[in-house]
C-alpha cells in the first residue's frame, strides 16, 4: 500500500471542516448557496443547476444573482409545462419543484422592491409549488390565513400518518428565507405523525413581496391570530400546539410565546436575545459610533457605506424595506425593539433554544436566551462532528431533523 507524503492542504476546504469551503466572497450570498444546494436532500434543487448559477454569480451583485437564479427557474419551469402537455405527470412535478426553489432563491438576495421581478418572481415560485403539489402526491394545500385586512400565505401539511387528534406544528423562517424551502421541517413533521403549519409572516416570502406586508417587532399580534385558525383545523389536537422559529425566526417565535399561552412548546433556531444587538456586531465599528450620535450622523454614515462595505449597505437596504421604514436610523430603532430582556420570563411553555459552534450572525445570543428563560428549557448545541453547525443548520439538516424531532416527539 502507497501512503501520501502530500501535506499540502485540500485547496477547496482550507480549514478543518467543510464549512470552510467558499463559493463566493459574500458571506451572505454563500450561506444562502449553501442553503439552496442542501435542499438536493429533497429533490428541490439539483447539484449541476446551482453550481451553473453560482458560477455566474458576481461578489456583491444582486443583479447578476437574480438573474442566474431566474434563467435557471424559467428553463426549468418550462420544461415542466412541456412534460405537463405530454402527460408526463412525475417528470413535470418535479421540475416544477425545483423551479420552485429557484425563484425563490432568485430573491433571497435582491432587495429593490421597485423592480417587477420581485412581484413576478415570487408569484411564478407559488404557481410552480401549487403545481407540483398538484402533480404529485405531496400532502400539502394552500391555506390563506386572515391578517389584518389582507392574509398569510401559508401551507398545510396533514399527515397521512396521524392518528386521530394530531399535533400540530407551526413554523416560519426569518428575515430572508421561505418556509417553502425548509422542507426539513414540514417532511419531518409528516412522517412523524404530526401536522405542520409553514407560515410566510409580515415581512417574509409573498406575504412581502406580493401582500406588502412588513415585519413588526410584536410578533404575538402574528401568532394569535395563526393559533386562532390552527384550533379550527380538523384533526389538530388544540393541547398539542407547537411553534418554531429559525433565523431572525430564533427572536420572533419566543416573542410570541412569551404572550400566547396556547402553545405547548417553542422552538428557537437560533435562540436570539437581543436581535438588534446581534445585528450591530456585525457592522462596520464606524456605523456603529455613529449610531450613538444620532439619526443625522447615522443616516449619512450609512449614506457613505458604498464600496467600503457593500454587505452592510444591502443589508440595511434590504433591512429597511422589510421592516417598512424609510431611514437606517428608523430601522435601528425597530431592530433594537426586537429584544426579549423584560419578556422573556413571561414563556411558560417547554422551549428549546438551538445553536451552532459556527453560528456566524448572532453569535453568542442563543445562549444568552436560554440564561434568561425561567420555563422548563432545553439547549441543543450542533458542532463540528455533526457537520450541522453553521447558521440554521445549513448543510446539516439532515442531523437537524434528527435531534430537532427527538426533542419534540418527546415534548410536543
Given at each position: 500500500?502507497t501512503t501520501s507524503t502530500d501535506t499540502r492542504p485540500n485547496p477547496y476546504f482550507p480549514g478543518d471542516h467543510w464549512t470552510s469551503h467558499v463559493f463566493i466572497g459574500n458571506e451572505v450570498m454563500d450561506d444562502q448557496i449553501k442553503h439552496t444546494l442542501g435542499m438536493m436532500f429533497f429533490g428541490m434543487s439539483d447539484l449541476g443547476e446551482c453550481l451553473?448559477?453560482?458560477?455566474?454569480?458576481?461578489?456583491?451583485?444582486?443583479?447578476?444573482?437574480?438573474?442566474?437564479?431566474?434563467?435557471?427557474?424559467?428553463?426549468?419551469?418550462?420544461?415542466?409545462?412541456?412534460?405537463?402537455?405530454?402527460?408526463?405527470l412525475v417528470s413535470a412535478a418535479d421540475a416544477y419543484l425545483r423551479a420552485s426553489t429557484y425563484w425563490r432563491t432568485s430573491l433571497l438576495h435582491f432587495s429593490f422592491p421597485g423592480d417587477p421581478r420581485v412581484r413576478a418572481n415570487a408569484v411564478a415560485a407559488y404557481a410552480c409549488y401549487d403545481r407540483y403539489l398538484e402533480l404529485s402526491d405531496y400532502?400539502?394545500?394552500?391555506?390563506?390565513?386572515?391578517?389584518?385586512?389582507?392574509?398569510?400565505?401559508?401551507?398545510?401539511?396533514?399527515?397521512?400518518?396521524?392518528?386521530?387528534?394530531?399535533?400540530?406544528?407551526?413554523?416560519?423562517?426569518?428575515?430572508?428565507?421561505?418556509?417553502?424551502?425548509?422542507?426539513?421541517?414540514?417532511?419531518?413533521?409528516?412522517?412523524?405523525?404530526?401536522?405542520?403549519?409553514?407560515?410566510?409572516?409580515?415581512?417574509?416570502?409573498?406575504?412581502?413581496?406580493?401582500?406588502?406586508?412588513?415585519?413588526?417587532?410584536?410578533?404575538?399580534?402574528?401568532?394569535?391570530?395563526?393559533?386562532?385558525?390552527?384550533?379550527?383545523?380538523?384533526?389538530?389536537?388544540?393541547?398539542?400546539?407547537?411553534?418554531?422559529?429559525?433565523?431572525?425566526?430564533?427572536?420572533?417565535?419566543?416573542?410570541?410565546?412569551?404572550?400566547?399561552?396556547?402553545?405547548?412548546?417553542?422552538?428557537?433556531?437560533?435562540?436570539?436575545?437581543?436581535?438588534?444587538?446581534?445585528?450591530?456586531?456585525?457592522?462596520?465599528?464606524?456605523?456603529?459610533?455613529?449610531?450613538?450620535?444620532?439619526?443625522?450622523?447615522?443616516?449619512?454614515?450609512?449614506?457613505?457605506?458604498?464600496?467600503?462595505?457593500?454587505?452592510?449597505?444591502?443589508?440595511?437596504?434590504?433591512?429597511?424595506?422589510?421592516?417598512?421604514?424609510?431611514?437606517?436610523?428608523?430601522?435601528?430603532?425597530?431592530?433594537?425593539?426586537?429584544?426579549?430582556?423584560?419578556?422573556?420570563?413571561?414563556?411558560?411553555?417547554?422551549?428549546?433554544?438551538?445553536?451552532?459552534?459556527?453560528?456566524?450572525?448572532?453569535?453568542?445570543?442563543?445562549?444568552?436566551?436560554?440564561?434568561?428563560?425561567?420555563?422548563?428549557?432545553?439547549?441543543?448545541?450542533?458542532?463540528?462532528?455533526?457537520?450541522?453547525?453553521?447558521?440554521?443548520?445549513?448543510?446539516?439538516?439532515?442531523?437537524?431533523?434528527?435531534?430537532?424531532?427527538?426533542?419534540?416527539?418527546?415534548?410536543?
Open positions: 500500500m451553473e448559477a453560482a458560477g455566474r454569480i458576481r461578489v456583491d451583485d444582486e443583479e447578476s444573482w437574480v438573474t442566474a437564479w431566474s434563467d435557471v427557474a424559467s428553463r426549468l419551469q418550462r420544461r415542466a409545462e412541456a412534460a405537463e402537455r405530454k402527460g408526463r400532502p400539502g394545500q394552500l391555506l390563506k390565513i386572515p391578517y389584518q385586512d389582507s392574509f398569510l400565505p401559508s401551507y398545510l401539511y396533514r399527515s397521512p400518518l396521524a392518528k386521530g387528534p394530531a399535533p400540530l406544528l407551526i413554523f416560519f423562517q426569518g428575515r430572508d428565507a421561505w418556509a417553502e424551502d425548509t422542507r426539513w421541517v414540514y417532511d419531518n413533521a409528516i412522517r412523524r405523525g404530526y401536522h405542520c403549519l409553514a407560515v410566510q409572516g409580515p415581512g417574509q416570502g409573498a406575504a412581502l413581496r406580493v401582500n406588502n406586508l412588513h415585519f413588526r417587532h410584536d410578533w404575538e399580534n402574528v401568532v394569535s391570530p395563526i393559533v386562532d385558525v390552527a384550533e379550527k383545523l380538523d384533526g389538530v389536537d388544540r393541547e398539542r400546539i407547537g411553534l418554531m422559529g429559525l433565523s431572525f425566526g430564533g427572536y420572533l417565535a419566543p416573542r410570541a410565546a412569551a404572550f400566547e399561552s396556547r402553545l405547548k412548546v417553542c422552538v428557537a433556531n437560533p435562540g436570539v436575545l437581543k436581535w438588534g444587538a446581534s445585528i450591530k456586531e456585525n457592522l462596520p465599528e464606524t456605523l456603529s459610533q455613529a449610531l450613538e450620535q444620532g439619526p443625522d450622523t447615522f443616516n449619512a454614515a450609512a449614506a457613505a457605506l458604498g464600496d467600503a462595505s457593500p454587505l452592510a449597505e444591502w443589508f440595511i437596504r434590504d433591512s429597511s424595506w422589510k421592516h417598512g421604514v424609510q431611514t437606517p436610523y428608523e430601522l435601528f430603532k425597530e431592530l433594537d425593539a426586537c429584544d426579549l430582556t423584560d419578556v422573556a420570563g413571561r414563556i411558560t411553555c417547554r422551549t428549546l433554544v438551538m445553536d451552532g459552534t459556527e453560528e456566524r450572525f448572532s453569535a453568542g445570543h442563543a445562549e444568552q436566551l436560554y440564561d434568561a428563560l425561567t420555563c422548563p428549557k432545553d439547549f441543543l448545541l450542533f458542532d463540528a462532528t455533526s457537520t450541522a453547525q453553521l447558521h440554521c443548520q445549513t448543510g446539516g439538516t439532515a442531523t437537524a431533523a434528527e435531534f430537532t424531532f427527538d426533542w419534540l416527539d418527546e415534548h410536543l
